[in-house]
């Protein structure tokens, strides 16, 4: 991981096969799991405060949730010309149809699903005429096999549209008409799990931690210092302590908030 960000940060040859004119400054997380949701906004604290630092070419993290993603900024992925390195993650099962979560996953529902269709029947009460005894966990297994099912199918799409995502910035797509024309030749790395279990979340995240070390060490800089964050509490506490000698622009934003307050 540390070679390949590396390479796209220094040494990657564009099209014209001209050294650093095309060269990447930023990368884009997408899980394709609920679970990392914020998985994203973690990598940018430990990325960019632990080698955000002079000359080190530390890339901007960014990113989302897939599929949601997919309407929202990766239209700029497949025809923008901007540099994007994007890392995709993608679990090869899910987790709540392994044979060991049957029983838990069963158990909640079986409690939310009682409820459910307790509170149904007593508001039906009044007005039908029940001819025979209702089977509540006969109805919660049919509604169970069905969510089950549910769940297999939308994560086999699930796993398509990540993969989808990753070949079309491959490969693109030619067309005469330049609005339809995807270049292509846009790196993807994607990161394959088996499926999100503590383990391999912790397996993940000293992956990355491991990583972040060692582009540190490439650019020769200190990994665990971040002396940019004591700049910032520095000169707010002496905005705090209504300190002067302020840059003038300061000095008007405050007027204008001493202002405002004055209503």
């Not at 060269?23 to 799991?33: A, E, G, L, Q, T």
């Not at 609005?179 to 979340?201: A, E, M, Q, R």
């Amino acid at each position: 991981m540390a070679i390949i960000e590396i390479f796209y940060r220094k040494y990657f040859k564009n099209n014209e096969g001209k050294l650093n004119s095309g060269n990447f400054n930023n990368k884009c997380i997408v899980p394709y799991d609920c679970h990392l949701e914020y998985l994203y906004k973690y990598l940018q604290q430990a990325e960019m405060e632990s080698n955000g630092k002079l000359n080190s070419g530390q890339l901007l993290i960014w990113g989302g949730i897939g599929t949601d993603v997919q309407h929202s900024f990766f239209q700029m992925l497949h025809q923008n010309d901007e540099n994007v390195l994007l890392e995709i993650l993608l679990p090869a099962k899910n987790l709540y149809t392994e044979p060991e979560n049957f029983n838990k996953s069963n158990v909640i529902l079986n409690q939310n699903e009682h409820k459910l269709y307790k509170r149904n029947i007593d508001s039906d009460l009044n007005s039908i005429q029940f001819t025979k005894r209702v089977k509540l966990d006969d109805l919660v297994e049919e509604s169970f096999n069905e969510n089950l099912s549910f769940i297999k199918d939308h994560h086999k799409l699930l796993l398509a549209n990540g993969l989808a995502q990753s070949r079309a910035l491959m490969n693109g797509k030619d067309n005469s008409d330049e609005k339809l024309l995807f270049k292509g030749n846009k790196p993807t790395t994607t990161i394959l799990y088996s499926k999100l279990t503590p383990d391999v979340f912790g397996y993940l995240l000293s992956i990355y931690e491991h990583k972040i070390f060692t582009v540190g060490s490439y650019y020769q800089v200190n990994s665990f210092d971040q002396f940019g964050v004591q700049l910032g509490k520095e000169i707010a506490i002496e905005i705090y302590e209504n300190k002067e000698n302020f840059d003038e622009s300061t000095k008007k934003l405050l007027e204008l908030i001493e202002e405002m307050n004055k209503f």
